[in-house]
């Protein structure tokens, strides 16, 4: 928990200093904090290819697919609470109750939502954030920022991370066999979550590096993606990115 207490903190102060920069015209990025932002790009691609890559590979080979779908599930379950939350901010009210359903059907027959039978009756999964929510009402986004550990992010989305974090269920759930056991699930589902998504974008994060530029490649595929998740999957016409060179854009 220091060091996520300790990331936040670093991504508080971080875009503290950003915020006061201006938007950046379409069709570009903004990235005055282009020094640091590689720098810490830098690290974390060696502490995904020295520490972070090998654990998720072996967590792969040791752990049936079986496992990790219920690890997924049940990471997704703790969350939906958040996505409820920020859909109610943006005025999504069938989102919204739709989250709500999948939630207490998924901790209910799901098991805790170790199963996602919400899934089977036809009610998918969303995700929503507070980043999402401030930029429907109109926050800037700010200029791009790569954070070490957290990876890349902007003022508003690192910001964004700490209002979340008080939505999650277990961070005001307490246990009174063990004080510590809500911390325990919370970091070990992260953990696992984590190695999961590794696994998944294995294939994506290799093209990535084989990219001439992937600094460049990532800030653009971040930018892209996160103003897609903001417009719920609608593509904004008027954005075209230019600053990509020589990378087919692979979806998530």
Request: aromatic content about 10%; overall charge negative.
């Amino acid at each position: 928990m220091r060091t996520t207490l300790l990331s936040s903190f670093a991504a508080i102060t971080l875009a503290a200093c950003a915020s006061g920069q201006a938007e950046a015209p379409k069709g570009t990025i903004a990235d005055p904090y282009q020094d640091f932002n590689r720098s810490a790009f830098a690290f974390n691609q060696g502490l995904d290819k020295y520490a972070i890559e090998p654990v998720a590979k072996t967590y792969g080979a040791v752990t049936p697919s079986f496992l990790r779908d219920r690890v997924g599930d049940f990471s997704r379950n703790l969350g939906e609470p958040v996505t409820f939350v920020n859909s109610a901010l943006q005025g999504e009210g069938t989102r919204a109750s739709d989250t709500v359903f999948r939630f207490i059907m998924n901790s209910t027959i799901g098991l805790l939502g170790i199963w996602d039978p919400a899934e089977k009756v036809g009610v998918p999964a969303h995700k929503e954030d507070f980043g999402q929510t401030l930029a429907v009402w109109g926050v800037p986004s700010g200029p791009y920022l790569v954070l070490p550990f957290l990876g890349p992010s902007n003022p508003r989305d690192a910001l964004a991370r700490v209002v979340d974090q008080a939505f999650q269920p277990l961070t005001w759930t307490e246990f009174e066999s063990d004080d510590d056991l809500d911390t325990y699930i919370m970091v070990g589902s992260a953990v696992l979550s984590g190695l999961n998504t590794r696994l998944a974008l294995d294939e994506q994060i290799k093209t990535l590096n084989s990219q001439p530029e992937p600094y460049v490649a990532l800030r653009r595929i971040y930018t892209s993606q996160r103003d897609s998740a903001i417009r719920n999957g609608e593509v904004d016409e008027e954005t075209v990115y230019d600053d990509l060179p020589d990378f087919d854009e692979f979806e998530e």
